[in-house]
């Protein structure tokens, strides 16, 4: 069989029946893409190298579990693994950073400096995106009332004369859209917090 010639989601499904050979040509053909793309955000290349392998442990993880919905290109699925497994770090390391001191340590200075680093601002951007593609899946009475509620800051009572259901009603929309977007959260493997 002429791998080359072989489509990515072709490739795809061979490796699925257990053809290893059809990764590897799927590896090669997109690894310079993927580790460049890992490399262009962390800017150090053995924490690329890490990333770039846990990339393909994830994406064999998911093929072998058979868990790849063929949703659209193969690259765009294997490319957001690996943002994701980005993001993921930096939150990570965020959560616990390191303050190297020496005698003029002085607490005040780490503390004043709150600058928004380029890692920040990178997984604020993701979870705001990820946020609003679960709204965006959501009912269209679910919607209604969380967007009234946490975008247009409506009360409950406003948002109930609004859309012309009881305060009860509203509330009940926003608990299930709350709970909704939980799940579809858990199901993506969307983490919405820093």
Do not use: C
Not at 145 to 168: P, Q
Request: net charge positive; hydrophobic share 40%.
């Amino acid at each position: 069989m002429l791998y080359d010639k072989m489509s990515d989601n072709e490739l795809v499904s061979a490796f699925m029946q257990d053809d290893k050979q059809a990764f590897e040509v799927l590896l090669s053909r997109h690894q310079s893409k993927i580790y460049n793309y890992i490399l262009s955000l962390v800017k150090e290349k053995a924490l690329a190298d890490d990333l770039f392998q846990d990339t393909n442990i994830k994406i064999v993880n998911t093929l072998r579990g058979g868990k790849y919905r063929n949703e659209g290109k193969y690259i765009q699925w294997a490319m957001r693994i690996a943002h994701n497994l980005v993001i993921d770090y930096f939150r990570k390391n965020q959560r616990f950073p390191t303050i190297k001191t020496d005698e003029s340590f002085d607490i005040f200075d780490v503390i004043d400096s709150r600058e928004e680093s380029i890692e920040h601002k990178m997984i604020k951007n993701q979870i705001h995106d990820d946020v609003r593609k679960l709204i965006r899946q959501l009912p269209d009475e679910q919607r209604r009332v969380l967007v009234l509620r946490h975008y247009s800051n409506l009360s409950f009572k406003e948002i109930a004369d609004k859309t012309g259901v009881s305060i009860n009603t509203a509330l009940g929309r926003m608990r299930y859209a709350l709970i909704n977007m939980r799940r579809l959260a858990e199901e993506n493997s969307m983490v919405l917090h820093m």
